[in-house]
């Protein structure tokens, strides 16, 4: 349970900030949810790494842009299967289990990217394995994170928590480009000194596995899942990947800057998104989504425009500095609207659908980069997301959260008081 506000007198005492912060949530739920969110971390900061660059090492083996971009569109698509599979069952077979085995499939297609340069192999291993094409937390693993940590929780810490598991994962995606812009700008470095003339090369039933999801709940998340569809097709046509690829391509800065400011983005978000649990307290989880989110939406939609690397970094910095404040609120909507036996499948099928209609994105994104058109991708990309904000707000509003959790806790309220009665008699 987490702490009660301090009084006002006390605004900036430290019992006051951690409870605002929701360390404090943080701090009482306990030991599993700070490995769940210190796991996440590690797993953002190879991710941030990985967007920084992969577009970038596809292009220097030689590979045209609809290869890259045909890539990253069957790798989200491999990540179907084994999202949807492993989060229907992970209830059953145990939560430990399934991202253990997810863990060591990202291990093994890890240690073949290291030794391969085939381009088949390596999508091969990026199908099989968990290997993120665009930065992004694709696969089972959040899905379950998230599942966890709604029951670790409650409906009033549970928005607290699921902050810093979004912000620490932010953090780590810093990290992880920085190091990646500083790594990679010296290998290259020690590259050319070393060989200066090498060429580039261009509800769950227990008698049975899958679980069960209520009509009701199915009424409520269609309308959802429909509207983070239409934001995963804008995310995958502008994944970061992808957009250090076109400020490659347009303004040629040093991985070395890129990196830098990436990286200050990832840290932005990180510190922006530990904001939005209090705002989640204050306005509400889909006001806190929406009004966050568009003007990040609207720095996509603007992006090409800047003739200037100055204005194209600050809106890159827009973009993700306040692109992850919907996350947490998002998770906590999610937990608030279903019934908690139904979560784990719900979150997974979220992921699956968010994965399936990112698929699209990359390929078209190739298609236009190779015709010239890339800027177009980015004006679409954030037309498509300022219709999810617009659209979530208008249908979830005035949704009623929490109900199936008041239901049980009075259930259990009755059950305690019959049990005193009879103990009295």
């Known amino acids: 349970m987490p702490s009660s506000p301090p009084p006002a007198s006390s605004l900036w005492s430290p019992r006051r900030l951690a409870h605002e912060s929701g360390l404090a949530s943080v701090y009482q739920t306990g030991p599993d949810a700070w490995l769940i969110i210190l796991s996440r971390s590690c797993r953002m900061l190879s991710y941030g790494a990985s967007a920084l660059i992969l577009a970038l ?3 220097e083996l030689g590979f ?16 179907v299967l084994l999202s949807l599979v492993l989060t229907q069952i992970a209830d059953r077979v145990g939560r430990r289990r399934t991202l253990l085995f997810g863990s060591l499939l990202m291990v093994i297609s890890g240690v073949v990217f290291a030794l391969c ?39 009033d810490s549970r928005a607290d928590v699921l902050v810093w598991y979004v912000t620490l994962a932010s953090l780590g995606s810093s990290i992880g480009t920085e190091v990646a812009g500083r790594v990679l700008d010296l290998l290259m470095d020690e590259t050319a000194d070393n060989d200066e003339n090498a060429p580039k090369k261009g509800e769950m039933r227990k008698s049975t596995w899958y679980a069960h999801i209520g009509r009701d709940t199915l009424s409520v998340m269609a309308v959802l899942w429909f509207l983070l569809s239409v934001d995963s097709v804008a995310d995958g046509m ?9 400020i490659d391509q347009k303004f040629h800065p040093a991985k070395t800057v890129l990196g830098h400011v990436l990286s200050a983005a990832y840290f932005v978000s990180s510190l922006s998104t530990i904001f939005s649990g209090p705002l989640a307290r204050y306005i509400g989880l889909v006001n806190t989504m929406v ?11 603007l992006f090409p425009f800047p003739d200037g690397v100055v204005g194209t970094f600050a809106l890159l910095l827009l973009r993700v500095g306040l692109n992850n404040m919907d996350q947490a609120p998002r998770a906590a909507l999610i937990a608030a609207v279903v019934r908690p036996e139904e979560r784990t499948a719900v979150m997974g099928i979220t992921v699956l659908l968010r994965t399936l209609a990112s698929v699209t994105g990359p390929s078209v994104t190739g298609i236009l980069a190779g015709n010239d058109r890339f800027w177009v991708a980015f004006v679409v990309a954030g037309a498509l997301r300022l219709a999810y904000d617009l659209g979530l707000f208008v249908m979830f509003i005035n949704i009623k959260l929490h109900r199936h959790e008041v239901v049980e806790e009075t259930a259990t309220q009755e059950d305690e008081e019959e049990g005193g009665r009879e103990g009295a008699r």
């Open 57 to 59: 090492f596809f292009a």
């Open 238 to 246: 502008v994944s970061m990947s992808l957009t250090t690829y076109y």
């Open 291 to 301: 009004f966050t989110h568009i003007p990040s939406s609207t720095a996509v939609l």
């Open 64 to 79: 045209p842009d609809a290869r890259i971009g045909l890539f990253m569109t069957l790798t989200l698509a491999g990540d």
């Open 117 to 155: 340069e085939n381009y088949w192999v390596l999508l091969g291993a990026a199908v099989v394995g968990v290997i993120s094409a665009t930065g992004g937390d694709f696969g089972p693993f959040r899905a379950i994170e998230e599942s966890i940590l709604s029951e670790l929780t409650d409906k």
